[in-house]
């Protein structure tokens, strides 16, 4: 499976963005699909995740009620809706599936090798 993520940028704040991650040549169709983040200097944190194919998503407290994690299965794409942006949100927001999984799982403490496969991430700058 390769993934691709796209549609960072520098945005002030309290603006919006839409992230992309685009999946290609994949051989299930179970793939549960995470977002992470990687601030300069911090540890990468994953923020939402959505399961393979009943629409259901989870997200951490972090960035909830400002991101919102969707998926289009006819485009193979997942989105990364980031609204009211704030200087902290600057990072690299990656996205990454973990293979023939249902139910994705997010959260502090969720190991980062259970997921498969990952893209090289996108550039979210939050500045005036």
């Known amino acids: 499976l390769q993934i691709v993520e796209s549609g960072g940028g520098l945005v002030q704040p309290g603006g919006s963005l839409r992230l992309s991650c685009a999946l290609s040549g994949g051989t299930s169709n179970r793939y549960a699909i995470g977002w992470f983040r990687q601030a300069p200097g911090k540890e990468r944190e994953g923020i939402l995740c959505a399961n393979s194919n009943d629409g259901s998503t989870k997200s951490t407290d972090s960035v909830k009620g400002r991101f919102t994690i969707s998926r289009n299965h006819a485009k193979n794409t997942v989105y990364l809706q980031l609204n009211s942006l704030k200087p902290e949100d600057t990072a690299v927001y990656s996205c990454?599936?973990?293979?023939?999984?249902?139910?994705?799982?997010?959260?502090?403490?969720?190991?980062?090798?259970?997921?498969?496969?990952w893209g090289r991430g996108t550039q979210v700058t939050v500045t005036l």
């Open positions: 990454a599936a973990e293979r023939d999984e249902d139910e994705c799982v997010m959260g502090p403490g969720v190991p980062l090798i259970r997921y498969d496969y």
